[in-house]
């Protein structure tokens, strides 16, 4: 018989293995059309900025990478919280979560940070086959800087974001209350 607590956790897992491979492949399709997209400035456009078009395409792309990567994770927590919290229960996110940091070799990087951060500076020097202006070097150093922070930023919170998602829904878990009136008066709608 399959209870609604199996079949949640089911659900889950399936959720998870389904954004993770969605996170490679979008990180893949993102690749592949922004190379085209610069490939056919480098070619076709003597306008510097219109390499902000790429750009922006791969700021799209690792965003939506981050989201899978920030959904996924959350629900492994949440996982961990409702149905790994007693002997015998599985225990893969609990193990998981305990294993990561110390994995020998273990530097997998699931946000793609790094090859985005190398076509980062890829899709900058191409910029500069245009010839820029110097208001054009100064537009194009800022904005590919802004996504350069951003891919830092997102790797400085995707290290805490385990820790922080435990502990949140840990709390939330063991002290679940159905909202209410803060004043201890009820609303009409709220007593029908």
Same mark, same amino acid.
């Given at each position: 018989?399959?209870? +609604?607590?199996? %079949?949640?956790? &089911?659900?889950?897992r399936q959720t998870i293995a389904a954004r993770g491979t969605a996170r490679v492949v979008l990180f /893949?399709?993102?690749? /592949?059309? *922004?190379? &085209?997209? %610069? &490939?056919?400035?480098?070619?076709?456009?003597?306008?510097?900025?219109?390499?902000?078009? $790429?750009? =922006?395409?791969?700021? /799209?792309?690792? !965003? %939506? @990478? *981050? %989201?899978?990567? @920030?959904?996924?994770?959350?629900?492994?927590?949440?996982?961990? @919280?409702?149905? !790994? &919290?007693?002997?015998?229960?599985?225990? *893969? !996110?609990?193990? @998981?979560?305990?294993?990561? $940091?110390?994995? $020998?070799?273990?530097?997998? +990087?699931?946000?793609?940070?790094?090859?985005?951060? /190398?076509? =980062?500076?890829v899709n900058l020097g191409a910029a500069f086959a245009a010839e820029p202006l110097p208001v054009e070097v100064m537009l194009l150093f800022a904005a590919h800087a802004a996504f350069l922070v951003r891919l830092a930023q997102t790797r400085i919170l995707a290290s805490r974001q385990r820790g922080a998602d435990l502990a949140a829904l840990a709390t939330a878990r063991s002290g679940f209350a159905v909202p209410g009136p803060t004043n201890g008066t009820s609303s009409e709608a709220e007593r029908s």
């Open positions: 018989m399959v209870t +609604n607590r199996v %079949a949640e956790f &089911t659900v889950l /893949a399709s993102t690749v /592949a059309i *922004w190379a &085209t997209l %610069a &490939t056919v400035h480098g070619l076709f456009s003597d306008l510097p900025l219109l390499s902000l078009i $790429p750009l =922006c395409m791969l700021g /799209a792309g690792y !965003e %939506a @990478v *981050w %989201a899978l990567h @920030v959904g996924a994770e959350r629900i492994g927590r949440f996982i961990q @919280v409702a149905h !790994e &919290t007693e002997p015998g229960q599985a225990s *893969w !996110e609990t193990t @998981v979560m305990r294993l990561g $940091p110390g994995l $020998p070799g273990g530097g997998v +990087n699931p946000l793609f940070s790094l090859v985005f951060g /190398a076509v =980062c500076l």
